[in-house]
């Protein structure tokens, strides 16, 4: 399984833009890249997904360079509710891989 | 989108008791759900992965007689911790994949227990 690495924590203001990279060295020709997003006392819940290239969906933007050794997620104008820890996981989405590792994830903290 | 829920939202035992742990998958079939435990500000740490009819894997270090794991159906999966002890206090969180594989994964709210 590949290992990420991600900063610990990240400041920002409301409506600024924020972007979080991930590395993962070590990823596999089958891994996918999944970002979760997790408030305190509740259960992770799923921001995007990617293979390759760019992903955006109504709440983030995926980036994900040509080598796929690194992924960024950018969360456009963010807000308070924004506050949280997003992890970036690498996973094998052909099943030959069935589980899932978190690794130290991201503390954003959102200012007024 | 796909829901995953569990029961007791937190639950206060004391030390020696069993407590068990329900996850549900609402509105679809989940071949395979996971458990995870959390402490405070640390990350999630999958302890193990169970498919429906079969027993479950159990991470390294995982104890299975303590942290006994059931799948009967392919909406529930229970996570019964025997014998609590203090240590033993955690955020619970499962999770539940619509595949054999760990692709889209849905996680449950968690269940808070505290052990006296």
């Known amino acids: 399984l590949a290992k990420t690495t991600q900063p610990i924590s990240m400041d920002s203001y409301e409506g600024q833009e924020v972007n979080i990279t991930c590395s993962h060295n070590n990823i596999a020709t089958n891994d996918y890249i999944t970002w979760y997003q997790q408030f305190p006392s509740q259960g992770p819940r799923f921001i995007i997904q990617g293979y390759k290239t760019k992903v955006t969906n109504e709440v983030a933007s995926l980036f994900i360079p040509a080598d796929r050794k690194s992924s960024t997620l950018s969360l456009p104008r963010v807000s308070l509710s924004d506050t949280a820890v997003y992890y970036c996981l690498v996973g094998d989405m052909s099943g030959n891989t069935d589980k899932l590792i978190f690794g130290t994830g991201t503390r954003l903290q959102v200012f007024p | 989108g796909a829901v995953v829920s569990q029961h007791p939202s937190r639950v206060i035992c004391k030390s020696g008791t069993s407590v068990k742990i329900e996850c549900r998958s609402l509105d679809f079939q989940a071949t395979t759900m996971f458990w995870y435990r959390q402490f405070p500000k640390k990350s999630l740490m999958l302890m193990a992965t169970?498919?429906?009819?079969?027993?479950?894997?159990?991470e390294q270090g995982v104890e299975k007689d303590k942290f006994l794991i059931n799948h009967a159906s392919l909406t529930l999966s229970t996570l019964t911790v025997t014998s609590a002890h203090p240590e033993d206090s955690s955020f619970y969180i499962c999770?539940?994949?619509?595949?054999?594989?760990?692709?889209?994964?849905?996680f449950g709210p968690g269940t808070r227990l505290t052990v006296t």
């Open positions: 169970s498919n429906e009819g079969s027993k479950a894997t159990y």
């Open positions: 999770s539940a994949s619509t595949t054999m594989g760990s692709y889209e994964q849905y």
